[in-house]
């Protein structure tokens, strides 16, 4: 009985979303109501309790909202400065190949696109791009779809990543290793799927080559970069490095000699500017100790005292949860204001060359604060009652429950239910606020290693979250398919549904292995 | 209603009104439970419910 009704939050979001199509933010709104009334009636929560857990959900939200809201505003001073068209046009005149074009838009670029921008840009702009170079709108859409999906996690500066860490409380050091590698097999697979999606077989026969050298360099890279702790420019990265290794690779593959235009060096370049700023502000604040230690003074943190429980109709025994700190903010160098740094000096990087026409500011801040206050509302909801849950004890219920009915098939469903949380709620961001602690949890009553199985819920997430019907919805609109949502994700399912088994497969060798 | 209706129309401002009524609060919850005061946590949280509630009358 406990089980259930600690179930029936995520079952309320699931049948709001998926049944009824309510969005991300009113659905969350709707589950901390009822995680609220059935924390009180069922589960014990008292005034001060939940006094605490909402300060506590708060300090979570600032955490993860800062990174969204920065990330928002550099992709608009980049976008606004028409940075990300320069760059997507510049790249078809690398080749005629078919194969290779579909790789090198639908992967590489959607690769970097995630890495910047993320929610939904990278399909939103490559899709229309590769109908605009003849493929079918169809084919353009999934393929953007999947080639842009292993970026998920440490793309968007890392957010989806920032709130694992901060509704864990391990640290990026501990959880990065296992994610990247799981997702950089995944990018690799992915790298495949695009060519035989747009191009089929006779593809993968010509490309195969190149495929394995660019999602080598690509995953190399966002490996290397992740656990450096620069978790936050991965997939930024990874997008760079896989576009530096395009040059090369293209004049092997040149395909059919046809007029197809010019490469604008000095546009590329002056595009790129406002990524080289990116670089080295990150650079510059988090890896120069001086610097580092500067921005580092000023800390936002609360203690926190023991909480406890009082009785409820499902709980007699009070349920503790330890004193300790919140979630430490370091206020001026963390990731949300290195990005917003960034934003600043590469709009003005952008000014001076020239990049912007009259009321650019507005439309940017405009633009910025229509895209950022939509998922805050549902990030601080879904949040806040991620938090109350686990205060109460019903994520440990949940945990326990799980533990005990599916047990040493855990390794194989933990991806599932990383994906189950992205198509519900449309992110991997969400997903990971709301079944990361459960998901730890349920690792460590069963005695596995709960960063392998925190790597699964998040590399799931992100593979799933490309699923989301709000993304399908923008690929659909922007590559001429509006109305044909249900096919786009008939199409995608098969191959994402594989890409996700391959995550159960690395999950259960990674544990038998380690 | 009007209030509700205009934010409707402007969803910007609608959301904007819903964020800091879901967060604000959270900033006087933590000082109410520090002081015990019971009667403040409940008010706080109310206008927590407030804000969730037009979150889901919105849209």
């Not at chain 1, 203690?303 to 004193?323: K, Q, V």
């Not at chain 1, 044909?484 to 199409?491: D, K």
Request: net charge positive; glycine share 10%; with cysteine.
């Amino acid at each position: 009985m406990a089980f259930f009704v600690a179930l029936t939050p995520i079952l309320l979001i699931l049948i709001l979303m998926v049944g009824f199509k309510w969005s991300a933010s009113r659905a969350g709104a709707a589950g901390y109501l009822w995680v609220l009334w059935t924390a009180i009636l069922f589960f014990g929560a008292n005034a001060t309790l939940l006094a605490y857990a909402h300060a506590k959900a708060l300090l979570l939200s600032i955490d993860v909202l800062m990174i969204i809201w920065a990330a928002f505003l550099l992709y608009r001073v980049t976008d606004e400065a028409g940075a990300i068209k320069a760059i997507g046009e510049s790249l078809p005149h690398l080749t005629n190949e078919r194969g290779m074009q579909a790789l090198i838009i639908g992967w590489v670029f959607a690769t970097f696109l995630q890495g910047v921008g993320g929610f939904g840009v990278p399909v939103a702009v490559t899709a229309p791009m590769m109908v605009g170079l003849g493929f079918s709108p169809l084919a353009a859409v999934i393929s953007a779809s999947i080639g842009h999906a292993w970026g998920v996690t440490f793309g968007s500066m890392g957010s989806s990543f920032q709130a694992l860490i901060a509704t864990t409380n391990l640290s990026d050091y501990s959880l990065a290793p296992f994610s990247a590698l799981f997702l950089g097999i995944a990018g690799l697979a992915g790298g495949f799927m695009v060519a035989f999606i747009c191009s089929g077989w006779k593809s993968i026969r010509r490309l195969w080559l190149a495929i394995i050298i660019i999602g080598t360099v690509m995953g190399a890279t966002h490996y290397l970069t992740a656990i450096s702790r620069l978790w936050n420019m991965a997939s930024f990265v990874a997008g760079i490095a896989g576009l530096v290794m395009i040059f090369p690779l293209a004049r092997l593959f040149p395909g059919e000699k046809i007029d197809n235009g010019i490469l604008r060096w000095k546009s590329l370049l002056i595009a790129l500017s406002g990524y080289l700023v990116l670089v080295a502000v990150i650079l510059l604040v988090q890896v120069y100790p001086p610097m580092k230690q500067l921005l580092g003074k000023i800390i936002l943190s609360f203690d926190f005292p023991e909480i406890s429980t009082s009785s409820g109709l499902l709980r007699n025994t009070p349920f503790i949860t330890p004193a300790g700190s919140g979630r430490k903010i370091s206020l001026f160098n963390h990731t949300g204001m290195v990005l917003f740094y960034t934003s600043v000096f590469a709009y003005l990087v952008y000014r001076w060359l020239g990049c912007y026409s009259p009321g650019s500011v507005q439309r940017i801040i405009s633009g910025t604060l229509k895209s950022v206050l939509s998922p805050s509302v549902s990030i601080t909801s879904m949040i806040t009652m991620a938090v109350i849950m686990e205060i109460v004890g019903m994520t440990d219920i949940l945990a326990r429950g799980m533990a005990g009915s599916v047990g040493a098939l855990f390794p194989i469903i933990s991806p599932w239910i990383g994906a189950l949380g992205a198509f519900i709620t449309g992110s991997n961001t969400n997903s990971n606020v709301l079944f990361a602690g459960l998901q730890m949890q349920t690792a460590l009553l069963l005695q596995l290693n709960k960063t392998i199985i925190l790597a699964a819920q998040t590399a799931g997430g992100a593979l799933a979250s490309v699923l989301a019907p709000t993304k399908i919805i923008v690929g659909a609109s922007t590559a001429r398919m509006a109305g044909r949502e249900g096919e786009i994700m008939r199409s995608l399912v098969p191959y994402i549904g594989f890409l996700i088994l391959l995550i159960s497969a690395l999950t259960v060798v990674f544990l038998r292995v380690l | 209603m009007g209030l509700l209706n205009r934010l409707k129309k402007s969803r910007q401002l609608g959301n904007f009104i819903v964020f800091i009524l879901m967060t604000l609060p959270s900033i006087g919850l933590f000082i109410a439970a520090k002081a015990e005061a019971v009667n403040w946590i409940w008010i706080l949280i109310g206008m927590v419910i407030l804000g969730n509630i037009t979150a889901l009358l919105l849209k």
